[in-house]
């Protein structure tokens, strides 16, 4: 037996019995967890957040690192990746995102992440978190974060 | 993209249909427009099993921007083929390893899987269809993701 779907463009969509067509887009099953003890460094030295902002200079090697944590605040050490994967940095102008995007290397083992890159161009550059989760959902992760964006401005 | 199949409207030549699809992507920095299906629970028997079959209304032309196939299986199962129909014709079709962590781009543009990216923007005149074969007793989740346009 086939489910005939009328979507509201016109398009009509055929699916199996038993399966689920969502129009509000597939549910979202994934763990959610935060980042604490976030650290900075920019070749090597700490790094103070001041007004929001990370601030280093073209050309330095920066590296973020903090542990993910679950909902009681544990570190969730049963996350790990295989390999290490990238973490974009989308460069803002005016406070907009544009399509510039660098690439931090990206350890991710025993629930602690560790971000690392070198920022070569003058700018605002941030980690958004919403679209490092759509990065992980692409590599078919299980899970999200749940954190403000990080802005490094060099 | 094939830009002589967009015509119609104004500025680039697409002309959608009804109002401005909602953007698929959450980010602002790649935010991209498309109505987008969502299917999830699909089981497969043993053998080639149809996941989806879309119809075009008539008048219009289906510009599918991405598709794509996610399992639930365990890194032991496998998947071992997988094909797309369009029109009444396979136009893609392969054979591959469809393990736990990964998605099965069969069209789309927007990196960061390992497997499947055979093309971009297929346009689809009447009809579209994927099917797959996998161990029996698993199920998938079905991503499609276009926009329609006028057909002259």
């Known amino acids: ?154 | 993209m094939d830009l002589s199949r967009l015509r119609g409207g104004s500025g680039p030549g697409i002309r959608l249909k009804g109002a401005q699809p909602a953007p698929v992507v959450a980010s602002n920095a790649y935010a991209y427009y498309g109505t987008a299906i969502n299917i999830s629970g699909i089981n497969i028997s043993a053998g080639m099993t149809q996941l989806c079959s879309i119809d075009v209304p008539a008048g219009k032309e289906m510009i599918v921007l991405e598709a794509q196939i996610a399992s639930g299986l365990t890194s032991t199962q496998q998947a071992a083929y997988w094909e797309f129909e369009k029109d009444g014709e396979v136009v893609l079709s392969t054979g591959n390893v469809l393990q736990s962590a990964d998605r099965m781009m069969i069209v789309g543009k927007i990196g960061g899987e390992t497997t499947d990216r055979l093309v971009s923007n297929l346009v689809v005149n009447s009809n579209m269809k994927i099917r797959a074969h996998k161990p029996a007793g698993t199920s998938v989740t079905v991503q499609v993701t276009y926009i329609l346009t006028e057909r002259s």
């Open chain 1, 1 to 154: 037996m086939m489910q005939i779907i009328n979507l509201p463009d016109g398009v009509t969509l055929n699916i199996n019995e038993g399966a689920t067509f969502h129009p509000e887009g597939l549910p979202d099953n994934r763990a959610v967890y935060t980042i604490k003890n976030q650290v900075a460094t920019s070749e090597g030295m700490p790094l103070q957040l001041f007004a929001g902002n990370y601030y280093c200079q073209p050309g330095d090697t920066v590296q973020l690192q903090g542990d993910i944590t679950d909902s009681s605040g544990n570190t969730a050490t049963e996350i790990n990746l295989p390999v290490t994967v990238k973490m974009p940095l989308v460069r803002h102008a005016n406070g907009q995102p544009t399509t510039d995007e660098i690439y931090l290397n990206v350890a991710l083992v025993n629930g602690v992440i560790t971000a690392t890159g070198k920022i070569e161009r003058s700018g605002d550059w941030k980690i958004l978190i919403e679209r490092n989760n759509e990065a992980l959902q692409r590599i078919g992760a299980d899970f999200k974060l749940v954190a403000g964006d990080i802005t490094f401005l060099a």
